[in-house]
């Protein structure tokens, strides 16, 4: 009873926040941002202490080395922590705008506003940068968060929330102190008692693998917007400029293969594959990545892996819906354009997926027909991203289709109202 009594006082106070956010102006958001960058920096050896035992946490929890990665703070990502939130601060505000207005025939003018959305839980594993990112988004379109790091990042996150805080307040004595938390405990039983309170908490955002997204998503009483994971695709198609298509194969996987819009998937049409397979694996050998493959594509692939690091094997049926976050790779000739989506719908994930061709009437065909997030004609998947988006920054990637879709930013953390203004207007 205590954990859920702890939960509803947590909720119930940013429920509070988020209504005293709603009267500091954007001048003064900026500047508590602005101030709150400057206090991580002037943290930093604090910080670097703080994770020093969450690493040790994460040593004693064997953690892989990705993950030690993702959990270690140093001085320049303390820098780079601020220098995001300076970014976050240079945007344009959000809340307000004037999205549509209507004149009725009685003289009712209806005005669709941009409001803040109001508590945010965000849900996520190991990156202590989260913490300072997701704040300040919420922040600026005056959304209060409760953050919920990993167990290996408690103490990191804490601290950091600390100097968001309290740098906040240096500037705005009128700061709500509670328009940022972090949930206390690492008992699992926290999440779902946290958002089963209907009455406080308006969104789940979880980032992470996806059993951390399923876990939430299926004990969720509340709104949640999620991907599940990215399972991307390249397809090259018969009319495709075979360099070209090799450029972008190369910078879907390898570019930064951990991360959600990084192709997972090759799919060659037949015309084409004896000529650009080859090449392309001879490319993809530099980077000894493994692949799993149809017979047709393996039969191509394996002569040139002789004598590299590259590895390969026939693919079975969860290969293709695996997302590998790895230098591994699926490969697969298909008989043409249709095949191609079919295979896309029956095992991607709706992230991101892209087409290599100079048929215009088979790129347009596959931008209309490839029901995903995203979707490219002669460009990586890796441009599935906030900041590529010239959103400024991100809060993460949805594949959901009622709500936010694709890459979010400030805009997809608002709501909107409708306010109508009268001169006495009765309903007949």
Wanted: with cysteine; charged share 25%; hydrophobic share 45%.
């Amino acid at each position: 009873m205590a954990l859920i009594d702890d939960m509803t006082e947590l909720a119930r106070r940013a429920k509070a926040a988020s209504r005293e956010l709603a009267k500091v102006s954007a001048t003064d958001k900026d500047r508590c941002l602005r101030a709150m960058a400057d206090g991580l920096v002037a943290a930093t050896p604090r910080l670097i202490e703080a994770n020093a035992r969450d690493l040790e946490v994460g040593r004693g929890l064997g953690l892989s080395g990705a993950m030690m990665d993702r959990l270690a703070l140093d001085a320049g990502r303390i820098a780079a922590m601020a220098r995001g939130l300076r970014e976050v601060a240079a945007l344009p505000d959000v809340l307000g705008r004037v999205l549509d207005t209507r004149r009725r025939p009685n003289g009712l003018v209806l005005r669709k506003v941009s409001t803040p959305i109001g508590v945010v839980v965000i849900i996520y594993e190991s990156r202590p940068n989260v913490t300072a990112d997701a704040a300040s988004l919420c922040f600026k379109t005056g959304n209060a968060t409760i953050l919920r790091g990993g167990k290996e990042a408690l103490n990191s996150n804490r601290l950091i929330a600390e100097v968001l805080i309290a740098s906040a307040r240096a500037v705005l004595p009128g700061f709500p102190e509670h328009a940022i938390q972090v949930v206390p405990t690492s008992d699992r039983e926290a999440i779902p008692a946290l958002l089963s309170l209907t009455q406080y908490v308006d969104l789940c955002m979880p980032r992470g693998g996806e059993g951390l997204i399923r876990a939430v998503a299926e004990c969720s009483k509340v709104p949640v917007i999620k991907h599940y994971k990215g399972v991307c695709h390249v397809y090259v198609h018969t009319a495709a400029d075979l360099a070209m298509a090799e450029e972008i194969v190369f910078n879907a996987k390898c570019q930064r293969p951990s991360t959600c819009n990084a192709a997972e998937t090759l799919l060659v049409d037949r015309p084409v594959a004896e000529a650009f397979l080859p090449r392309m694996v001879t490319r993809l050998a530099t980077k000894a990545v493994q692949f799993h493959a149809d017979a047709e594509a393996l039969a191509s692939i394996v002569p040139v892996l002789e004598g590299t690091a590259g590895r390969a094997r026939v693919a079975d049926s969860m290969d293709w819906e695996t997302e590998y976050n790895d230098y591994v790779l699926n490969v697969a000739v298909v008989d043409g354009l249709d095949a191609a989506i079919t295979h896309i719908h029956r095992h991607g994930s709706g992230h991101s997926d892209a087409i290599v061709t100079a048929d215009a009437a088979a790129a347009e065909r596959f931008l209309a027909e490839v029901d995903s997030a995203a979707v490219y004609w002669n460009a990586s998947t890796r441009f599935t991203d906030g900041g590529e988006y010239g959103m400024g920054a991100e809060i993460g990637i949805s594949t959901d289709k009622i709500g936010a879709r694709g890459p979010m930013g400030l805009e997809e953390l608002c709501s909107y109202k409708w306010q109508g203004i009268g001169s006495g207007q009765v309903r007949a």
